[in-house]
T-cell receptor
Framework: GAGVSQSPSNKVTEKGKDVELRCDPI?????LYWYRQSLGQGLEFLIY????????KSGLPSDRFSAERTGGSVSTLTIQRTQQEDSAVYLC???????????FGPGTRLTVL | AQSVAQPEDQVNVAEGNPLTVKCTYS??????LFWYVQYPNRGLQFLLK??????LVKGSYGFEAEFNKSQTSFHLKKPSALVSDSALYFC?????????????FGTGTRLTVIP
């Protein structure tokens, strides 16, 4: 596609439920990132995928968070047993490599009730 | 450790006046520096970057930024502000030698251009 796409655009869930967020990066981009943007905060790095290398998971806040990238393209961020503090906008970005600018998707707004 | 500081949460400027959005950084080794803009209900858009070379870099929508190594700053500037420039601006840094894969973002500066 022309840009990074994310789905759903909005997700409302109940505390304790699992959620899956999807990211379709720009075709050909080997690097893919997940960030979290909380109200009034900057962007918090979550996880990074580069090609077939093992992902950099250093930003994941707890073991309830996990992500996969299948076939070097689409990525899914999964949050298990959601908590209210997980409410945020989850942003996905992709790039040709880590040296160059990242292209961001529109984000998924997650609200945990 | 890498970090970015945007000392101003809010910047107000009159339309037609020059604008500056400040950014300072801390990183080991040479930095890669970026500015992004976020319009309401939209994702972040890349504005410009400094990797190497000329300290003054020009980007989209008439914006420019100057890399100052001695002051560890990368302030965003525009000679004449437009109302349509009103948005949230983020500065970001990556250290070349730290091995970190991600960008470190500042907390953002909300720019309001007053007609």
């Amino acid at each position: 596609g022309a840009g990074v796409s994310q789905s759903p655009s909005n997700k409302v869930t109940e505390k304790g439920k699992d959620v899956e967020l999807r990211c379709d990066p720009i075709s050909g981009h080997t690097a893919l990132y997940w960030y979290r943007q909380s109200l009034g905060q900057g962007l918090e790095f979550l996880i990074y995928f580069q090609g077939n290398s093992a992902p950099d998971k250093s930003g994941l806040p707890s073991d309830r968070f996990s992500a996969e990238r299948t076939g070097g393209s689409v990525s899914t961020l999964t949050i298990q047993r959601t908590q209210q503090e997980d409410s945020a906008v989850y942003l996905c970005a992709s790039s040709w490599s880590f040296e160059v600018e990242q292209f961001f998707g529109p984000g998924t707004r997650l609200t945990v009730l | 450790a890498q970090s970015v500081a945007q000392p101003e949460d809010q910047v107000n400027v009159a339309e037609g006046n020059p604008l500056t959005v400040k950014c300072t950084y801390s990183v080991s080794g040479n930095p890669y520096l970026f500015w992004y803009v976020q319009y309401p209900n939209r994702g972040l858009q890349f504005l410009l970057k400094y990797i190497t070379g000329d300290n003054l870099v020009k980007g989209s929508y008439g914006f420019e930024a100057e890399f100052n190594k001695s002051q560890t700053s990368f302030h965003l500037k525009k000679p004449s502000a437009l109302v349509s420039d009103s948005a949230l601006y983020f500065c970001a840094v990556r250290g070349v030698q730290t091995g970190a894969n991600n960008l470190f973002f500042g907390t953002g500066t909300r720019l309001t251009v007053i007609p």
